[in-house]
């Protein structure tokens, strides 16, 4: 028998022998968090990161890449392999403040990664010192109008998303503030402690053990009902500011055209590990509370993240840190 013809009578067998197509995930997926180890974005990482392992069947293996205010990671993601093996923690720095304060970050949050869902918030809150004569935030407001200029509020920074929420409310309220920016968030407590500041914009898990302790008071949650981690604290509209929300968000997202079966597991996986009680918990344990189910969607990230985007490109506007 010739050689052809016996590869031919062969090839039969090798269809049948071959394996089919191995199912997405075939090995460990690696979650990136654009900033450094211990902060907000990186607890939540790995409260994901466990359940979505167990149900994918693969390692999710979070890896810290901070610079820039996450730019760093932003700009290398936007250029990987869209494969399903890459994701990255999108939240309010990369996502939505640094292309509405950056000339130029090097990538577009809306064109260059695909939403798999989104988590959580971290709602902000209005807080002040103990010494500050107010009992509630009708009585801050007035406190600030009749002092213009020279009430000091703290943030994680200029450009931060705290320095944008000072700016909304000052816009909102009529406000005149006096923006003392610091290096982090954390930083800020010691001089909120001592007094050394009026008050902070500041994410509710950052400031809610120290109102606890009744070393500072949470004057309202900027949120447009109760907040679940403080049911007892007024939102910002039922204490005087009404319209005034801002919290931190954090979300997953990919490389922008990833495999459709990739994007649909992936997003699955997302969605199972939110709806889980421990999961639930472990976020509202840590500060956060997690997204309504329609968010939890890549179109519904999708969509909040365009509403986002444009809502803190107006913000940097009133805070002077884009042109009109």
Same mark, same amino acid.
């Given at each position: 028998?010739?050689?052809?013809?016996?590869?031919?009578?062969?090839? /039969?067998?090798?269809?049948?022998?071959?394996? !089919?197509?191995?199912?997405?995930? *075939?090995?460990?997926?690696?979650?990136?968090? /654009? $900033?450094?180890?211990?902060?907000?974005? %990186?607890?939540?990482? +790995?409260?994901?990161?466990?359940?979505?392992?167990?149900?994918?069947?693969?390692?999710?293996?979070?890896?810290?890449?901070?610079?820039? @205010?996450?730019?760093? !990671?932003?700009?290398?993601?936007?250029?990987?392999?869209?494969?399903? $093996?890459? #994701?990255?923690?999108?939240?309010?720095?990369?996502?939505?403040?640094?292309?509405?304060?950056?000339?130029? /970050?090097?990538? &577009?949050? #809306?064109?260059?990664?695909?939403?798999?869902?989104?988590?959580?918030?971290?709602?902000?809150?209005?807080?002040?010192?103990?010494?500050?004569?107010?009992? &509630?935030?009708?009585?801050?407001?007035? $406190?600030?109008?009749? +002092?213009?200029?020279?009430?000091?509020?703290?943030?994680?920074?200029?450009?931060?998303? @705290?320095?944008?929420?000072?700016?909304?409310?000052?816009?909102?309220?009529?406000?005149? #503030?006096?923006?003392?920016?610091?290096?982090? @968030? =954390?930083?800020?407590?010691? %001089?909120?402690?001592? @007094?050394?500041? &009026? !008050?902070?914009?500041? *994410?509710?898990?950052?400031?809610?053990?120290?109102?606890?302790?009744?070393?500072?008071?949470? #004057?309202?949650?900027?949120?447009? =009902?109760?907040?679940?981690?403080? /049911?007892?604290?007024?939102?910002?509209?039922?204490?005087?500011?009404?319209?005034?929300?801002?919290?931190?968000?954090?979300?997953?997202?990919?490389?922008?055209?990833?495999?459709? *079966?990739?994007?649909?597991?992936?997003?699955?996986?997302?969605?199972?590990?939110?709806?889980?009680? &421990?999961?639930?918990?472990?976020?509202? *344990?840590? =500060?956060?509370?997690?997204?309504?189910?329609?968010?939890?969607?890549? !179109?519904?990230?999708?969509?909040?993240?365009?509403?986002?985007?444009?809502?803190?490109?107006?913000?940097?506007?009133?805070?002077?840190?884009?042109?009109?």
């Amino acid at each position: 028998m010739s050689a052809p013809r016996r590869a031919l009578l062969a090839l /039969p067998m090798l269809l049948v022998a071959r394996p !089919a197509a191995a199912a997405f995930p *075939e090995r460990a997926v690696r979650l990136v968090v /654009p $900033y450094a180890a211990g902060g907000n974005s %990186d607890v939540v990482a +790995r409260i994901l990161a466990a359940p979505m392992s167990e149900i994918l069947g693969q390692p999710v293996v979070v890896e810290n890449r901070p610079g820039a @205010g996450g730019s760093v !990671a932003s700009l290398a993601m936007a250029r990987s392999r869209a494969d399903g $093996y890459s #994701l990255m923690i999108g939240s309010n720095g990369p996502m939505t403040v640094n292309p509405s304060i950056q000339p130029n /970050p090097g990538y &577009d949050p #809306l064109r260059d990664f695909a939403p798999i869902g989104l988590a959580c918030r971290t709602p902000h809150t209005i807080v002040v010192k103990n010494g500050l004569p107010v009992r &509630d935030l009708r009585e801050f407001i007035t $406190y600030a109008q009749e +002092r213009r200029g020279q009430v000091t509020v703290g943030s994680s920074g200029v450009g931060s998303s @705290g320095h944008l929420a000072i700016a909304s409310f000052a816009a909102l309220t009529g406000l005149t #503030l006096q923006h003392v920016p610091y290096p982090s @968030g =954390g930083q800020i407590l010691p %001089d909120l402690l001592a @007094g050394n500041v &009026d !008050a902070s914009i500041t *994410e509710i898990s950052t400031i809610m053990p120290l109102h606890r302790a009744g070393q500072v008071r949470i #004057l309202a949650v900027a949120t447009a =009902g109760r907040s679940v981690l403080a /049911p007892d604290i007024p939102t910002a509209g039922e204490a005087g500011a009404a319209g005034f929300r801002e919290a931190a968000f954090i979300g997953v997202v990919q490389p922008a055209n990833p495999p459709a *079966e990739a994007q649909a597991t992936l997003a699955a996986a997302l969605a199972a590990a939110l709806a889980r009680p &421990d999961t639930v918990r472990r976020l509202n *344990e840590s =500060g956060s509370e997690v997204a309504a189910e329609e968010e939890r969607t890549p !179109a519904g990230f999708a969509a909040f993240l365009d509403a986002e985007l444009r809502r803190t490109q107006a913000a940097a506007v009133r805070a002077r840190l884009r042109p009109a």
